[in-house]
């Protein structure tokens, strides 16, 4: 729920700020009248630009030997404006309606609404001519990936900004397959002499075992934990062995290429029964319903659970054996799904250029720079011979290739939200062994998705990454802001408080009035575009 506030407070305030845009703003920068542009240029030339950089980085984006090596190269310097956490959208905001725009806007971080005000504002510029002419970095990316360029464009025909790109695996391999891994106590399964569940009821048996023996002692014992309505952390997989599962947007695509709600399934109800089931006999963590990812991750490290719900355990009980991946159950039908989530590595809005800009060609050939691959790699986990601080790579010049080091301990994020930068750029599966090596955490979690759910994952499509018009996102916005909502709170309230079979009928009523088939319609005809 707390997601879709927050969308709705950004598209408004968006709204607003956008706006006051003028196409007769000015920008920061001189035109410096620069064509047929090759790097380094000879010329003294900046360009201003804002950016949303991590706490963690130096004040300065300057002081990064990325961007220190970027200058070397092109011989552009960069008149930086950083801003971390949430000041960076209301100086963005600002900047954009003020009449002193930047020349672009790293780490945009707008939404597709957002976007498309901006251009419809004349307040950003469309790219597709520069990205043809320009930037054949970019230009042979969208060529070996032509479904990034669909996702890039919009209704119109126009892209209005560049595109942050990671794959890593494809298909049902995909590394965002499953958001909410099950993460399961087996040492505690072990003493009690108990293999890892098969079977809804197995699993139901197993937490009673855990709560009846008091495994982390003193009445400290959870048997399990999740955070209700939180992607990667809520219980919508064990949905799966009931029908579609649920995930973070309840959004599915069957395999006949049907859009559906899964809180509107079956499917969905039966697996609330479930969760009541386990609530009714205690094995559910009373604060589930409430609680935030610092607490949940407290008891983590206290050793209190006996199941509990993320993406990656190390972040919650550590990267040892004492947990393990539990696989798909069976249902009482005999039903045994992995529910997929609709996510991917893409993100449409890394960075876009205004139209206060004078020096276009120039911009163009320097955000090209981004999406060189082995930059490209650097710029999303992080550098080498970097000699003030620790390395993420090791660069292996016979091979020209960067590998991964040994981090020996140090936290990958930290690290590389330290040193990396960013922004717009792509890493393509093909990438791995030719220009990089996979990082280690994600290497060993794309062979668990592949041993352990990739066998048991029904559904053969996702809801892609559509670009909706911006009345379809008006009218989508709309909808959510009552239906998401209704749907999440329902939700919780069942599984603690039971009465889903008696207030079903009445449930489905209020999704019909909640307008859910406009909201189905909507989301089903931007699929069919995007996928045709």
């Not at 043809?132 to 209005?160: F, Q, R, S």
């Amino acid at each position: 729920m707390k997601r879709y506030v927050k969308l709705m407070s950004a598209l408004i305030l968006g709204s607003v700020l956008i706006g006051g845009c003028s196409n007769k703003s000015k920008t920061w920068s001189e035109d410096y009248e620069l064509e047929d542009i090759s790097f380094p240029v000879e010329e003294d030339v900046s360009l201003k630009i804002i950016t949303e950089s991590s706490p963690l980085a130096p004040e300065n984006p300057n002081d990064k030997l990325l961007y220190q090596r970027l200058e070397e190269k092109t011989g552009v310097e960069i008149d930086w404006r950083s801003f971390t956490g949430e000041s960076f959208q209301d100086k963005r905001n600002l900047a954009m309606s003020s009449g002193e725009m930047p020349d672009a806007i790293k780490n945009a971080g707008y939404s597709d609404y957002e976007l498309l005000e901006l251009a419809e504002d004349e307040a950003i510029i469309p790219l597709n001519d520069l990205i043809d002419n320009h930037m054949p970095n970019l230009k042979k990316v969208l060529e070996e990936k032509p479904e990034y360029e669909d996702m890039m464009t919009a209704e119109d025909g126009n892209i209005y900004a560049f595109p942050w790109i990671e794959e890593l695996g494809e298909g049902k391999q995909n590394i965002h397959s499953i958001d909410n891994f099950p993460w399961i106590n087996v040492e505690w399964l072990d003493e009690l002499g108990l293999d890892m569940p098969e079977t809804t009821e197995e699993l139901k048996e197993a937490l009673i075992a855990f709560r009846d023996n008091d495994m982390a002692g003193d009445g400290q014992t959870i048997p399990m934990s999740f955070i209700i309505n939180d992607g990667g952390q809520d219980p919508g997989f064990l949905f799966g062995s009931f029908g579609y599962g649920d995930n973070w947007d309840h959004t599915v695509v069957t395999n006949d290429h049907e859009v559906k709600l899964t809180s509107a399934e079956e499917g969905y109800k039966e697996g609330i029964s479930f969760m009541n089931e386990l609530y009714k006999e205690e094995l559910i963590d009373e604060e589930a319903f409430e609680q935030d990812w610092p607490v949940y991750v407290s008891k983590g490290e206290e050793g209190r659970y006996g199941m509990y719900f993320t993406w990656d355990k190390s972040n919650i009980t550590g990267m040892n054996e004492e947990y393990e991946l539990m696989p798909p159950l069976e249902g009482p039908d005999g039903q045994i799904n992995a529910p997929r989530t609709n996510g991917m590595g893409f993100d449409r809005a890394r960075m876009v250029i205004t139209s206060a800009n004078q020096n276009l060609e120039l911009t163009a050939k320097w955000i090209d720079e981004f999406y060189d691959p082995h930059t490209s790699v650097q710029h999303n986990w992080g550098t080498h011979g970097d000699e003030e601080q620790q390395n993420i790579f090791e660069f292996d010049e016979e091979e020209d290739m960067l590998k991964h080091e040994d981090l020996e301990g140090t936290a990958p994020t930290e690290l590389r939200e330290r040193t990396s930068v960013g922004g717009p750029l792509a890493i393509l599966d093909s990438y791995y062994g030719e220009v990089t090596t996979m990082p280690d955490d994600a290497a060993w979690r794309l062979d668990l998705m592949e041993e352990v759910m990739v066998p048991h994952m029904q559904a053969e499509n996702i809801f892609p990454n559509v670009f909706h018009t911006k009345e379809e996102l008006d009218r989508l916005s709309t909808i959510e802001a009552d239906l998401i909502p209704y749907i999440e709170r329902k939700k919780a309230e069942w599984i603690s408080g039971g009465k889903v079979e008696e207030e079903w009928d009445e449930y489905l009523e209020e999704l019909e009035r909640l307008n859910l088939s406009e909201w189905l319609e909507i989301k089903q005809e931007g699929y069919d575009r995007t996928i045709n």
